[in-house]
Nanobody
Framework: VQLQASGGGLVPVGEPLRLSCLAS????????MGWYRQPPGKDREFVAV???????IYEDTVKGHFTISRDNAKNTCYLQTDTLKPEDSAVYYC?????????WGQGTQVTVSS
């Protein structure tokens, strides 16, 4: 069982971004899926979470800026924004509760260039 995060890279400020988190392996149920990020020199911080039925919760500073979604048929969670800001530069980590066990992805680096 593993989570694979993808979609990061060097992206110009103001451009859109979509990160993906794919859960693969042998499991029966995915409950919550979500994202944290760790900006350079800072602690890891919560970004957003989405429940199995689509309920979403965002950290206050990213409300209206990021959108979290999921495709249960594809076991995939997404985090996207239409307009990247310089302060979005961070390593983004996805997580998921798979059969009651919390799993983390390996992180994907997002660097916003000016």
């Amino acid at each position: 069982v593993q989570l694979q995060a993808s979609g990061g890279g060097l992206v110009p400020v103001g451009e859109p971004l979509r990160l993906s988190c794919l859960a693969s392996g042998n499991f029966e149920r995915i409950a919550n899926m979500g994202w944290y990020r760790q900006p350079p020199g800072k602690d890891r911080e919560f970004v957003a979470v989405i429940t199995n039925d689509g309920t979403t919760i965002y950290e206050d500073t990213v409300k209206g800026h990021f959108t979290i979604s999921r495709d249960n048929a594809k076991n995939t969670c997404y985090l996207q924004t239409d307009t990247l800001k310089p302060e979005d530069s961070a390593v983004y980590y996805c997580y998921a509760q798979l059969d009651g066990t919390l799993r983390w992805g390996q992180g994907t680096q997002v660097t916003v260039s000016s």
